[in-house]
């Protein structure tokens, strides 16, 4: 899963291979495929935020347990959407059944199956009228389209050992007129009612539709095989027009991953892409699709495409990592068990960092953009107090706690987030450019990916678990060296700064200037906010409201908080422009910034006391070193560079 846009970017822009694999039944599994439960999904009220189900359960006389989906998979919480589940209805032979639920497990739902009933039939609704935040339970439709997810709408038994166990025949119907992509297969029906093949529960709550009134569907790299989609919905017709060079980096992409990861673990690809200002802002992985949602103008609007740059990459890239090599503890099987996130730097750490460099190698954005992207995140991480009293473990172990709070939040400098992920782009990019060291740039963590994500090389969609000691172990058979030591010292350092290590064994520097950077200049444009945290330590919204204020700062000890709202500046109403003047005009004078600022409908005057100019941070090449980030950066087909030392 991934924070849309980049993560570290919403401060600038609001059990071991021992265990079995959990495989999904295969098709031609008569015992299962003969009773399957069914469901149809019907969209046509989408654009009302109502989507109704009907569903057959083959049931057995007797009590009788029926489960919603707790623990989504990728959302790595217990955050499945039962309280906009309404309009129950059970009923056998046409005579309606009273049902209880559990009252200790609100997902549990019991009703007593009568003698001689061999079938429930089962009504429910999914009442879509969350707000545009969160995830997949987050605001998903529009007067023009919709994106359906399987688990708001399935009720399926319990007793199961293994959620792949449970055989689903899935249906939908569409608005008139609206077309869809889904890594589902088509089996029949028509342009509105579209039957499609049995599948586990497993696969179908890991394959949403987009359906929508302007809708594209978009073959890329065709000489590839499996094939691979982008399929695109959106608000409008005009937010469809993608570029060819927008159409070939993502082509790119789906020849690069087949480079680095030397195996694809589906069927088939489904990028699912909805464009629209309506529908909450993310990215959510499934293995043979993605459900990845931007803003609605960006592929027409350089600024926006530029922030989602690394979106695709990140979700697609989780179908090898997250998906096929998943955690043991994210490995539950099941919806209802727990999931222990400890290795989520590895699950969306490294993925993350992955993330990234396949949208430069792609050439979805530059070499240049990506080291703006990595100097934002670097320096935002290094002025981040909270890593003082929080490891970077913790965020992950601790991550359900943390993701109803979005990627930016108040106070987040000193909370910490789900830090993982961007310091993960530290990490990983210092366990590259450690193997390129250690073997003279002979291997690199490329090596180690075609190995751990493509164990057994290409495959059907299925899970294989991995441990700590794995990744380890993996590593170590690249190069040996202390891996176990090198991981633990980053994730369990309370160090007051960022390990900015393999940034400068990638051969650059973290320093600052008074020009923001592209990647910064494209959030401040796109969104009209102000960027100012690396200067006076707050960042705001294009009307002044304070986003966060970074403990320490110049506008902590002024007294500013996060919420409130600076409406003037140096006694003039309050503009991004204006405060970056008072900023510059501020440095090298003892003249303080004058600030009216309003509070909870108080309003008081403020004095910030900053004498050193504006500081945007980038990445500066230190020449006579090795050029390892760059060669991090350039396409697999392109010939690796060897140092000579260093």
């Not at 100097?375 to 993701?403: E, M, S, V």
Request: charged residues 20%; glycine residues 8%.
């Amino acid at each position: 899963m991934q924070f849309c846009p980049r993560p570290m970017l919403g401060l600038m822009f609001a059990a071991a291979l021992s265990l079995h694999a959990q495989t999904a039944p295969t098709r031609d599994d008569n015992s299962i495929r003969n009773a399957p439960i069914k469901i149809t999904a019907d969209l046509t009220d989408a654009p009302r935020k109502l989507i109704h189900a009907q569903m057959t359960i083959p049931v057995t006389p007797g009590p009788l347990t029926l489960l919603y989906a707790k623990w989504i998979p990728g959302e790595h919480m217990p955050d499945g959407p039962i309280d906009n589940l309404a309009g129950l209805f059970i009923t056998a032979n046409g005579q309606q059944l009273q049902w209880t639920r559990d009252d200790v497990n609100m997902y549990a739902i019991r009703v007593t199956v009568p003698q001689g009933v061999t079938q429930l039939e089962v009504k429910d609704d999914f009442l879509a009228t969350a707000g545009a935040t969160g995830f997949s339970a987050g605001a998903s439709t529009s007067a023009n389209l919709a994106m359906l997810s399987w688990n708001e709408l399935v009720l399926y038994p319990a007793g199961h050992p293994n959620d792949a166990d449970i055989y689903v025949q899935p249906s939908v119907v569409l608005p008139q007129g609206w077309a869809y992509g889904t890594a589902l297969t088509k089996t029949g029906g028509d342009a509105s009612h579209v039957d499609f093949g049995a599948v586990s529960l497993e696969q179908l709550i890991d394959s949403p539709l987009l359906t929508g009134r302007y809708f594209v569907e978009i073959p890329l790299a065709p000489e590839v095989t499996p094939k691979h989609f982008l399929d695109i919905a959106a608000d409008g017709p005009e937010d469809l027009k993608l570029s060819p060079d927008t159409i070939n980096g993502y082509s790119n992409l789906v020849r690069e991953t087949g480079a680095l990861y030397q195996s694809r673990h589906y069927e088939s690809y489904h990028f699912l892409v909805t464009a629209s200002d309506q529908v909450a802002h993310f990215g959510l992985e499934h293995h043979q699709s993605s459900d990845d949602r931007v803003p609605e103008r960006t592929f027409i609007d350089d600024n926006y495409l530029l922030l989602s740059a690394d979106l695709l990459p990140h979700e697609f890239t989780h179908s090898w990592n997250g998906k096929y090599r998943r955690p043991a503890g994210l490995a539950t099987g099941n919806y209802e068990d727990p999931m222990k996130g400890n290795l989520l730097w590895v699950y969306e750490g490294l993925t993350d960092y992955l993330g990234n460099v396949l949208a430069a190698r792609s050439k979805i954005e530059t070499a240049a953009q990506y080291r703006d992207f990595l100097a934002a995140t670097a320096a935002t991480l290094d002025y981040r107090p909270g890593r003082t009293w929080r490891d970077l473990q913790d965020t992950a172990t601790a991550a359900q706690t943390l993701y109803s709070y979005g990627d930016s939040s108040p106070w987040d400098n000193w909370r910490r987030n789900t830090d993982y992920y961007t310091e993960g782009d530290l990490v990983w990019l210092d366990v590259d450019t450690t193997i390129r060291k250690l073997t003279k740039d002979q291997k690199s963590l490329n090596d180690f990916l075609a190995a751990f994500e493509g164990l057994g090389g290409n495959t059907t969609p299925k899970v294989v678990p991995y441990t700590s000691e794995d990744v380890v172990k993996a590593l170590n058979n690249v190069v040996p060296y202390d891996w176990a030591g090198f991981l633990q010292e980053r994730l369990t350092s309370k160090a007051p700064h960022a390990p900015l290590g393999g940034i400068e064994s990638g051969g650059y520097k973290l320093t600052f200037t008074d020009q923001p950077n592209e990647i910064t200049q494209a959030a401040m444009t796109a969104t009209g906010s102000t960027q100012e945290w690396w200067s006076i330590g707050i960042n705001t919204t294009s009307d002044g409201r304070i986003e966060d204020v970074l403990l320490g700062s110049a506008a902590d000890q002024a007294k500013l908080g996060p919420g409130m709202q600076i409406i003037a500046v140096n006694g003039r109403q309050f503009s991004g422009a204006l405060l970056s003047d008072a900023i510059r005009d501020a440095k090298g004078n003892t003249n303080p910034i004058s600030l009216i600022v309003a509070n909870t409908g108080t309003y008081r005057v403020l004095a910030l006391d900053y004498h050193d100019g504006l500081r945007y941070p980038h990445l500066e090449r230190v020449e006579g070193t090795p050029d390892r980030l760059d060669d991090i950066l350039k396409p697999m087909t392109e010939a690796p560079k060897v140092h000579p030392g260093g």
